[in-house]
Each structure stands twice: as C-alpha cells, then as structure tokens.
C-alpha cells in the first residue's frame, strides 16, 4: 500500500518518510527535443481543430452522437484532472479505496495534459512559490506593466510547458514515485492518450457504420474535445491568476472567474483554492457551482471516499478577507 501523504502547511502534500525511487523510473529533470516535438503536436493539431469547428458546424451542424462524444468524453477527463489529479493526487482533500484511486489516476491521464506524476509535481511547485519567483506558470513572470502581463499570459498559458527544466518529481511528489500502480499508469501516459482519442471514432463508426461517422466522432469526440479541455485548464494558470474576485486571503493573486465554472469542473473558483489548498470544495459561496465537490461527496457517500476535508463555516469565515472599515 502506498504510504498516505502528510499534509503540511501551505496545502502541499508530502510524503511522511522513506526513500524514493531512483530517478531514472520517471525519467530525468529536463526535457528532451522529442518531447518538446510531441508537446507541439498534442497542442497544435487539437488546436486547429478546434478553430476549424466553428465554420464546419455552421456550415454542416454536429451530430448528436458526435456532441454527446464530446461532452462524455469532455467531462471524464476533466473531472480526472480535478478530482483525480489536483484535489486528491496533489493536495490529499480525501482519501479513496483503491479502485477510485486507479480510476482518478486513469481517467486525468485520459484527459492528455501529461503523466500524472510530472503533472502533480509541477503543481505541488506551484502551489509552493505561487506567483513568486519559482512559480512554474505565473502570468506575473515579466512584470506588471501591460506588455509584461501580455507576455505572460502567453507563457502561463502555453509557453511555460516547452521550459526545458522539469519539475523534480522526487522532490515533488516521492509519495507518487514510490507508489509501482501509479508510476506504472504515469509511464503508459501515451498508451492512455491513444485510447482516448481512440474511443469516440470507435463508438462514433460502430453506432453510424460508417467511415464518414468515425471520422466526425473523432474531430468532435477527440481532437475538439482536448483543445477545449486543454485551454479551459490552462485558464486557470493564466486568467485565474490575473483577474477575478478575491475575497479570501491568499499569499498570491488567484481569482475567482465565475464563466469558468462549468467547463473547469469548479476549478476557477480559484482564489479560495489558494486560500485553502486542502480543501475538497472550492465553490464555497452561494451560486458557485463545482461539480467535482459534488462527485466527491457522491463517492463519500458510496463508501469510494472518506476523511473528506469539507470546509465548515468557521474554515471559510478564518480565510475570509476582512471588511472594509468606511472612515470616520
């Protein structure tokens, strides 16, 4: 059994003790120009296909089939990366029988934004010098002045990923890397990638039986699908930590942007995640929708997940802001 990560006070979970495994079972701490190629690739092609989408449904409309393959496929992934990768992998917000723990671990990684490992380390960093100089992706990299923030959006965004530096996965995430189960599913990332985008032409052509139906599924089903999944995530790295309300106390400048809502998986109520990195809810506040909370507390419910970190109203009211005192 994996050893249970111990939660330290920033909200990063790290392992209680015990060596790591060797650095080579992961991979070294830069990235070679093959990778760099593939990275390219895994975000150019999905990216044009989302561009050419807008004219080809207004000129030839979507199927049903190919939009319910693109939401279906759209939200397993995502909740992968929400649930599974960020809120359980990274921070610990619960803890889940083993089942849910290799389903999470499966179903980020079929959302193609990188081994779960690397992914959970460069996170873990994150959170650790959030908008400060270390910060993997922090739009306020160049500056403050408007083209400085222009250029870095872009790197907070996309650019940051091609940095020939990685993340030390050792340093990071031990508790992942001494785990086999999940270093083995962190590996087969590639595997993992080839059966999503794999999936929507199959059911698209086996349910049309036809060639002209396989290919549409897999347009919408898989190259639209990751580049709208990929953006709306790199989302929160860019404009969460650029604009949004603020009203609870964190050491950085995540915000809450409430028309990403929906598409990230409540993931941008961003703001009182950094305030309270720990906790399995972020939409916290009346009309703040995070369905990734609601999945957990099903899972709690069903007897998947326990020692779930719900916030109470004390925890939020101690990270609140406080109120503005009008002079005299």
Known sequence: MPTSPEVIDDGLPMPAGGPAAPSATLGGDKKRSVEQIALLLFIVVPFAALVA???????????WLDLGLLVVMYYWGCHGVTIGFHRYFTHGSFKANRALRLTLAVAGSMAVEGPLVR???????????????????????FGENLPALMKGLWWAHIGWMFNEEQTPQQKYAPDLVRDPAIRAISRHFLGLTILSLAIPPLVGGLVTMSWWGAFTAFFWGSLVRVALLHHVTWSINSICHAVGKRPFKSRDRSGNVWWLAVLSCGESWHNLHHADPTSARHGVMRGQIDSSARLIRWFEKLGWAHDVRWPDASRIASRRKPAAVDPA
């Open 53 to 63: 989408a807008v004219p080809l449904a207004w000129g030839r409309g979507v199927s």
């Open 119 to 141: 992914w959970v380390a460069d996170h873990r960093k994150h959170h650790r010098f959030s908008d400060a100089e270390g910060d993997p992706h922090s739009p306020w990299r």
